[in-house]
């Protein structure tokens, strides 16, 4: 099995800046996109950033030039930079991973339990 943890959600206010880190741990051959997704109240979950196993990245627009994805795939962890936060930016952020178990190429994801982030205007 394979678990994704995160750490690094808080209240911050409009302006300032959070780090959000996850770690994967468990069983498997490798990990393919780790990104972040976010789900504010009464909306779908969107994706938020993703980077590939080799630093690859994509951005929602709405947080280009404000947040920053990176990894460590000695670690497995990821982590996102968020700056310049805005009162929008306020939602439950989740991990994701696209993870390979075995040496066969087919993918799962996996997500983590979440972590809210509030933006105070």
Known sequence: QVQLVESGGGLAQAGG?????CTASGSFWSINVMGWYRQAPGKQR?????????????YADSVKGRFTISRDNAKNT??????????????????AADVRRSMLPAVD?????????????
């Open 78 to 95: 990821v982590s996102l930079q968020v700056n310049s936060l805005k009162p929008e930016d306020t939602a439950v952020y989740y991990c």
């Open 46 to 58: 969107e994706l938020v950033a993703t980077i590939t196993s080799g630093s690859s990245t994509n």
């Open 109 to 121: 994801r996996y997500w983590g339990q979440g972590t809210q982030v509030t933006v105070s205007s």
């Open 17 to 21: 800046s959070l780090r959000l880190s």
